[in-house]
């Protein structure tokens, strides 16, 4: 029998959301690679010379070691889609933070979103 893998769809990560009709969200062009792409719930950086969201990393220099968001949806490819932003709440557990991020990690991007207003839970 062949293997199901399931992944979590579109804003599972959200608790709450600020007042007012899709105040937290914007919209932006997010590079998401190859199949499989990015899921929602992944931490994101902008790319400093294209304004895209990429996956958040570190260790760049191109703007993607700044967390700017969390994608709203999955993405594959490069593509408009919706990124939470600011004045949200969002579980910490359904968050998909950058490869290997152990707590002090996690610790350090929760931070940075708490710094536009997302507070991880």
């Given at each position: 029998m062949a293997q199901l893998n399931e992944h979590r769809g579109t804003?599972?990560?959200?608790?709450?959301?600020?007042?007012?009709?899709y105040r937290s969200r914007d919209d932006g062009t997010v590079a998401a690679g190859a199949t499989p792409g990015?899921?929602?719930?992944?931490?994101?950086?902008?790319?400093?010379?294209?304004?895209?969201?990429?996956?958040?990393?570190?260790?760049?220099?191109?703007?993607?070691?700044?967390?700017?968001?969390?994608?709203?949806?999955?993405?594959?490819?490069?593509?408009?889609?919706?990124?939470?932003?600011?004045?949200?709440?969002?579980?910490?557990?359904?968050?998909?933070y950058q490869a290997g991020a152990d707590d002090a990690a996690k610790a350090t991007a929760n931070a940075a979103l708490a710094a536009l207003g997302i507070i991880v839970r």
């Open positions: 804003a599972n990560f959200l608790v709450s959301e600020a007042n007012g009709m990015l899921q929602a719930g992944t931490i994101l950086g902008k790319h400093t010379s294209t304004g895209h969201f990429v996956r958040y990393d570190p260790a760049a220099a191109t703007g993607a070691e700044t967390i700017a968001g969390i994608l709203f949806e999955a993405a594959v490819g490069t593509v408009k889609r919706t990124v939470v932003v600011r004045d949200c709440e969002v579980n910490g557990a359904h968050l998909i």
